[in-house]
């Protein structure tokens, strides 16, 4: 079981953050929200509210037509997320065509129109050019500009920008900043980075050997966090607008994460470990409004 | 001041791509490496600094210019001249997968170095030196003989640096060392090759995009941008006062994980010149909002501002 008992929401054009490392199942939890999970990984148990309708109840068409247009999700790969056959005003121009029902004019006028929108220069010269011809950050406002155009409620980001530059990432970023705003747009921005999160998000979730392990608002987990898997993460942090001195944790590198079922997951790595947590999985505690931790250090009342 | 380990001198590197087509990867490049320094080289993809890197292990052959190791000029040997002096010049790749032979057990890939430079006389002494280089870089001596696939990513990097340092380098190159690893695994191997440097002793050059690892492990930082090095510094001088816009706007774009950091970011405009067809002049003149018609026209030198602090500006060198 990758990802166990994840609960998490988000509500209208609040931008929710999704953190954790290689292997959290971070993009697993996204795929299945979006309804993309494929064979062997399967959603066994649970619900998927979106705007109020469950989307485990949905037909693969009913889906079809909700992913796209009311709920969009880009990848980490920009390159590899386009089509290398197809030029990309075409591809914008389909997006159209398909969600909205346009003729072949009126799309292309549009799709210009979102490539202009998206800074991308010579956009009448990049209609017709191939995904190979640009940049990984210019692939990556070609697909920003693919999911402005079906206006959707809900932005699945993941990882936006790992593999750009950051210079490139902060244009990215800044992007998708003034499209959520002008389109009253939630986003679901899933990163390891924690600078990223604390720049855009709200609130944030951490997730940990497919487990959440704490959830609450950006400015409380960065103050107080709660769970010591949050803790170490916070401790881990550099910086580089002031020095600090690097003393990385004494126990808990974090060489495999396990899936255990029975105990908490965390256990074999946490500085804090109860002989409870071997034994037992923990449930899910408020700690403070809004803010919750998977931990036996904070046992349910 | 210490007899340098390195100086790079005029350094070009050109690749000749197509039928009149010639890649500037790094034009006239010029620093020097002193003893037990840990110096950054950071800047943006395409900006030189890896090939710079490459050409100091000398995995590629320079176009113009001259590296000096202690003096001797490196680039002048044949490579069986250049091979004993990569005992003394090591380098740590990216990516440790990659980078590890994936049929060498730990133990066969770190006797390698050892057989090629002739540094053991026989196989005892040799898992010796393995097992004081294993416990040195915090590998439990039970990974000696797994191979790479039975390793984590972290226990891979610490199996790369174990290879690099095995020989007792003066200069080890880091070519982002960090960059494929979690974070919480990132922490312990920059603690990690900053308690080797100070056992140790050597020189390090550290290239990285990753802005806060250099603040947090290099001394001084050298800041590349389409091939040349635009600003150079004492780690606190250029995070603090970048004097170069370039240096200035990468600094800002980076994210700082705290939610009450306040800051005013610079967002450049478009992308760097193709390294095919260089700008004459600054090549950041285009995307520099203080640029004046000279800049375009002539290519800035290296101005000092004090401090040991560099910038190749002809703005802030006027003001």
């Known amino acids: 079981m990758v990802v166990d008992n994840v609960s998490l929401d988000v509500r209208p054009e609040e931008t929710v953050g999704l953190v954790g490392e290689s292997g959290s199942g971070k993009t697993v939890t996204a795929l299945a929200i979006m309804g993309l999970s494929r064979r062997p990984a399967h959603v066994a148990q649970g619900r998927i509210w979106f705007q109020g309708e469950d989307l485990r109840s949905k037909t693969e068409s009913q889906l079809y037509r909700i992913r796209g247009s009311s709920m969009s999700m880009i990848f980490q790969s920009p390159r590899s997320s386009l089509n290398p056959l197809m030029h990309v005003g075409d591809q914008i121009d389909r997006v159209f065509r398909v969600q909205k029902g346009m003729g072949r004019k009126e799309a292309r006028g549009k799709a210009l129109e979102m490539l202009r929108q998206v800074s991308i220069p010579e956009p009448e010269r990049h209609m017709r050019s191939y995904p190979h011809r640009l940049s990984g950050g210019m692939c990556q406002r070609v697909l920003v500009a693919m999911m402005v155009a079906c206006e959707p409620r809900l932005l699945i980001a993941d990882e936006p920008t790992t593999g750009l530059d950051v210079t490139v990432q902060a244009q990215i970023f800044e992007l998708i900043k003034q499209v959520q705003r002008d389109h009253r747009m939630a986003m679901l921005l899933i990163t390891h980075d924690l600078g990223v999160v604390a720049e855009l998000c709200e609130r944030m979730v951490v997730m940990y050997a497919g487990h959440v392990m704490e959830t609450g608002t950006v400015d409380r987990v960065f103050e107080g966090p709660r769970h010591p898997y949050t803790q170490m993460l916070i401790k881990s942090m550099l910086r580089s607008d002031r020095k600090i001195d690097v003393a990385p944790p004494s126990k808990g590198a974090i060489e495999e994460m396990v899936y255990t079922l029975t105990a908490c997951r965390f256990a074999p790595c946490c500085p804090d470990a109860m002989d409870i947590c071997r034994q037992k999985k923990p449930s899910t505690t408020m700690v403070e409004k809004g803010h919750q931790v998977m931990c036996h250090l904070y046992p349910t009342k | ?319």
């Open chain 2, 1 to 319: 001041m210490d007899q340098p380990v390195l100086e790079v001198q005029g350094l070009y590197k050109h690749y000749k791509v197509d039928r009149g087509i010639t890649v500037h990867a790094v034009n006239n490049v010029d620093f020097v490496l002193g003893p037990r320094e840990a110096v950054g080289l950071v800047g943006e993809s395409g900006c030189g600094k890896s090939t710079t890197a490459r050409c100091i292990v000398r995995l590629e052959e320079v176009t113009q210019g001259r590296i000096l190791s202690h003096g001797r000029d490196i680039t002048a040997m044949s490579l069986h001249e250049f091979r004993p002096m990569r005992r003394s010049i090591q380098m740590v790749f990216q990516d440790p997968t990659m980078s590890l032979n994936p049929r060498l057990t730990v133990r066969q890939t770190l006797r390698e170095p050892l057989r090629v430079h002739k540094m053991a006389s026989s196989r005892k002494e040799m898992d010796e030196r393995i097992e004081e280089i294993m416990s040195l870089v915090n590998l439990e001596l039970r990974f000696v003989d797994r191979h790479p696939r039975q390793l984590s990513g972290g226990q891979r990097q610490r199996v790369g640096i174990a290879r690099a340092l095995i020989t007792n380098p003066d200069l080890v190159v880091l070519d982002e060392p960090t960059s494929s690893l979690d974070m919480s695994i990132r922490i312990h191997i920059i603690d990690l090759l900053r308690r080797l440097q100070e056992q140790m002793g050597m020189t390090y050059l550290f290239i990285s995009h990753d802005l806060s690892t250099v603040r947090s492990l290099c001394h001084r930082v050298l800041v590349m941008y389409l091939g040349r090095v635009v600003e150079m510094g004492p780690v606190g001088e250029i995070f603090d006062q970048p004097l170069h816009t370039y240096t200035q706007a990468l600094l800002s774009a980076i994210p700082i994980p705290d939610p009450k950091a306040k800051r005013e970011r610079i967002i450049l405009s478009g992308e760097p010149p193709s390294l095919t067809k260089l700008p004459s002049g600054c090549g950041f003149a285009d995307r520099c909002a203080f640029a004046s018609e000279s800049c375009r026209e002539e290519e800035p030198v290296l101005y000092n501002a004090g401090n040991g602090h560099f910038v190749a500006c002809r703005e802030v060198a006027t003001s």
